[in-house]
């Protein structure tokens, strides 16, 4: 019997091995989402380490002492907060003296708003729509996996990489491995990580007493402020505003929301 090439057993080595990589996590079913979820950590894990970056934040970027901005994030946040059946933890807001128009929520029940944020929101029920959506984050473990993920690929490449050993064919791995894995898994998933959190968002919206339609208002706002080109959707980690605010219409339509 001939023996098989090794360009033939190399492909049959790497597969083994991210096999057993993805046969040592965790696959847990969320019901917020639907869907089962690879976890190799969960929030609860990261939650240490997002407080290490809560804590830089607080000490890199200027705090806002806007009463009446302050008040308003504690107030939508607090409602959302308690539509998203969070309400049996601690929170803490805080608004930040920054230009750019964003919000985040690390696990372990921290929100942060950036005052750039108040010049594209037009109302209470927009800016419960990009808390909403950030807190969905949150519910839908979306850290944890985007963790898992980065963690397996990492994991996988460099076994493959090894295997390949340093020539011609470990080398190509070595510099485009990165770059594939990124476009082919993590940045798509990312994508669908944003829808998610959207409707999730939405949801919350609803069950607060918010107008889930002022979401699609928003990413109009959004699209409009934005200056210069944006890159295609394919390598974005976000949807393109177009194909977010068309889910969003047809989510809605289909809760019978208004």
Not at 2 to 31: D, H, K, V
Not at 82 to 102: H, I, K, M, R
Not at 198 to 224: K, Q, T
């Amino acid at each position: 019997m001939r023996m098989r090439s090794r360009a033939l057993i190399r492909p049959a080595l790497l597969a083994a091995a991210l096999a057993a990589t993805a046969a040592t996590a965790g696959c847990a079913y969320n019901e917020a989402l639907g869907r089962n979820q690879f976890l190799l950590v969960d929030n609860a894990a990261l939650a240490q380490a997002a407080d290490q970056a809560w804590q830089e934040t607080l000490r890199k970027e200027k705090v806002s002492k806007d009463p009446e901005l302050n008040a308003r994030v504690q107030r939508v946040s607090s409602r959302l907060v308690q539509a998203a059946g969070l309400g049996n933890q601690t929170w803490t807001y805080v608004v930040f003296e920054d230009p750019t128009p964003n919000a985040f929520a690390l696990p372990g029940g921290k929100v942060g708003v950036n005052t750039g944020l108040f010049k594209v929101v037009k109302n209470d029920d927009q800016l419960a729509a990009v808390i909403g959506h950030e807190i969905g984050h949150n519910v839908a473990n979306h850290a944890a996996e985007r963790y898992s993920q980065t963690a397996a690929t990492q994991i996988g490449l460099g076994v493959a990489q090894g295997v390949a050993g340093q020539g011609d064919l470990g080398q190509a791995i070595g510099a485009y491995g990165g770059v594939g894995a990124q476009l082919g898994v993590l940045l798509p998933f990312s994508r669908k990580h944003e829808l998610e959190a959207d409707r999730l968002g939405v949801d919350y919206m609803h069950a607060a007493g918010y107008r889930p339609s002022e979401a699609i208002a928003l990413w109009r706002n959004m699209a409009a402020q934005r200056t210069g080109g944006s890159q295609p959707s394919f390598m974005s980690t976000h949807p393109s505003d177009t194909q977010r605010i068309a889910e969003l219409e047809a989510y809605i339509k289909s809760r019978g929301w208004s």
